[in-house]
């Protein structure tokens, strides 16, 4: 690939619509215009300025950029320039050689906006001319730094990951890095100045790709050459290559307005369900608010999860693939509806549907009576009759952080044929959302700024009270084999997980020696929500740790509400993952 490329297009627009806008006082410098800091230094004046249109995006974005066929020689500025157009306006193509009179004026809120012309009146110079876009083989120094490009027309001559996808089918974006994939600060740094420095370095690594639009919810995306489908999925993983297009800032961030399609993806593959060792498999999976109406097929919309019982069914088929893939002889499972262990409840239906589908036949349930808890969410454990048999009595942690917010564990002792008997504890804490009025956190609840968002000591509280509710062997069963397993919503250097590894508790996935393990993407960052934690004694029989990436890394357009393959992939929004045990059968 070239570094550069150039373009020459004729002039395609009658010069009629621009007659009468004749800008005759002499240009500035774009470079002027823009200056060397967030904002413009001329800010509301009326300024002329000249260049070749390098982006024409007057039906998505209600304007064009122009270009400084020379620039100011000042690499602190950027030389190229939004001009915003009234609407259903003619509009000069690109190549064309502009002069353009205008006010000058910052579009957004804040400080990080976008330096425009607005008001402008446009004169054609000239029908077509030779420009180059500039190539960018690497990203700033700094986050700031990207303002130096704003406005301009760029190829990157580097490969960029693709790192979320999530606002992919909302608004036509791809979070895409250099350098890699990025992960949340405090998956891989301490809270505090050292995760605020990772969080600077994911920001400049950062470059958001755009389709050019400001509509929500577009009807194609244009620039994905194969569309996406199960064969072009466009996973968090794929690289893109000569990416190209024009730097703008709105709402905030730095984005590539594209002005081509995508056409160099290497699609990152689906993997299969991983394989782990030791004769007893355990698995953690968040179902994503499995409601299931009334249990008779009506009763939808429900509070959360499906919208329909034809969504419902697809959601649950999703997950029972999950499920017999993993092959596990116990499963924790988070966000499924607290309605009771009947036979109209989601958790007696989607046991019997697991299996109904088979090969495995023979899950059972543990039922902890009502709830547990009063949350419309709730924890659940099932297991293989034939595989493992309960041990004493179910039990739950209630009161406390588990009386309204963290959901309310659910602990059961299992034993593998003869051998020595084993507890398992599935555990949803708080999530970091902040809430708002009545529900707001405060005090040491309040976001903190270190990385670790709202409700932190809550959930550190959550995992003090776990802890010390185990040591009073609460299932009736003496055993010092236990494992705390589920969605913790604490990334993994993050205080709720601290606490519990200084308390005892071993990370399974560190103890595999797992490179950079993830469960969920949020913001384009990667990172651990989905924990297993081994007591000592346990820990010496892990054989092995595997996160399955069937859901993470996918777009939403694979999930319940559009995909009808009813394959594993997007069921969640969490990936799951399968432990291997050598305990004695």
Not at 10 to 31: E, N, R, W
Not at 524 to 553: I, K, M, Q
């Amino acid at each position: 690939m070239k570094s550069v490329r150039a373009y020459t297009l004729p002039l395609l627009l009658a010069l009629a619509p621009f007659a009468q806008a004749s800008p005759s006082t002499a240009p500035v410098a774009i470079g002027a215009v823009q200056g060397s800091g967030a904002q413009s230094p001329m800010l509301g004046q009326p300024v002329t300025v000249e260049g070749v249109v390098v982006g024409g995006f007057a039906q998505g974005l209600g304007g064009i950029f122009v270009q400084d066929m020379k620039g100011d020689g000042d690499e602190r500025t950027s030389d190229g320039l939004f001009v915003a157009l009234p609407a259903d306006s003619a509009a000069p193509r690109t190549g064309s050689l502009v002069r353009i009179r205008g006010t000058v004026t910052e579009l957004g809120q804040g400080k990080q906006t976008l330096t425009a012309l607005t008001d402008a009146r446009i004169q054609i110079r000239a029908a077509s001319v030779r420009w180059q876009a500039q190539a960018l083989a690497a990203p700033p120094a700094h986050r700031d730094d990207w303002e130096r490009f704003e406005g301009m027309a760029v190829v990157i001559a580097a490969p960029l990951t693709v790192t979320g996808n999530e606002r992919l089918l909302r608004f036509g974006e791809i979070d895409a890095s250099f350098g890699g994939r990025l992960y949340q600060s405090t998956e891989v740094a301490a809270p505090g100045p050292l995760a605020k420095t990772l969080r600077d370095d994911n920001a400049r690594r950062l470059l958001i790709i755009d389709d050019g639009r400001t509509s929500e919810n577009p009807r194609d995306l244009w620039f994905l050459p194969s569309g996406l489908d199960d064969a072009h999925a466009l996973r968090a993983g794929s690289i893109l290559r000569g990416a190209t297009g024009v730097i703008d800032q709105r709402p905030g961030d730095y984005r590539l307005q594209l002005s081509a399609p995508l056409d160099a993806i290497e699609y990152s593959a689906r993997p299969a369900a991983p394989e782990v060792a030791g004769n007893l498999r355990i698995a953690s999976l968040n179902v994503l608010n499995l409601f299931n109406g009334d249990g008779k097929g009506g009763g939808f919309p429900t509070a959360r999860g499906a919208e329909t019982f034809a969504q419902y069914q697809m959601q649950q088929r999703k997950l029972v693939a999950s499920v017999q893939a993993l092959k596990p002889d116990v499963a924790a499972l988070m966000e499924i509806e607290n309605d009771g262990t009947g036979p109209e409840s989601a958790l007696a239906q989607f046991v019997a549907a697991l299996n109904a589908a088979g090969p495995s036949t023979d899950y059972r349930f543990v039922d902890s009576g009502k709830g547990p808890g009063t949350n419309p969410i709730r924890v659940a454990l099932i297991y293989r009759s034939s595989r493992v048999t309960p041990v004493g009595k179910p039990a739950v942690l209630e009161g406390g952080p588990f009386a309204e917010r963290s959901r309310v564990p659910l602990a059961q002792a299992f034993r593998a044929g003869r051998g020595k008997p084993f507890v398992i504890v599935a555990n949803h804490l708080k999530s970091k959302g902040c809430g708002r009025d009545a529900d707001a956190a405060t005090g040491a609840d309040a976001d903190l700024h270190d990385g670790q968002s709202c409700w932190n000591a809550l959930r550190v509280e959550s995992a003090r009270r776990v802890d010390a509710w185990l040591q009073t062997h609460p299932t009736g069963v003496r055993t010092d084999l236990q494992l705390l397993v589920g969605d913790f919503n604490a990334y993994a250097q993050e205080d709720p997980i601290r606490t519990l590894e200084r308390a005892g508790w071993q990370d399974a996935f560190v103890l595999a020696k797992t490179v950079r393990p993830y469960s969920f993407v949020f913001d384009g960052n990667s990172g651990r929500l989905d924990h297993a934690l081994l007591s000592p004694g346990l820990a010496t029989l892990l054989r092995g740790a595997a996160e399955w990436h069937n859901n993470a890394d996918e777009s939403d357009r694979f999930d319940y509400h559009d995909d009808v393959d009813g394959d594993p992939y997007r069921a969640s929004d969490h990936d799951p993952f399968v432990l291997g045990f050598d305990l004695s059968r």
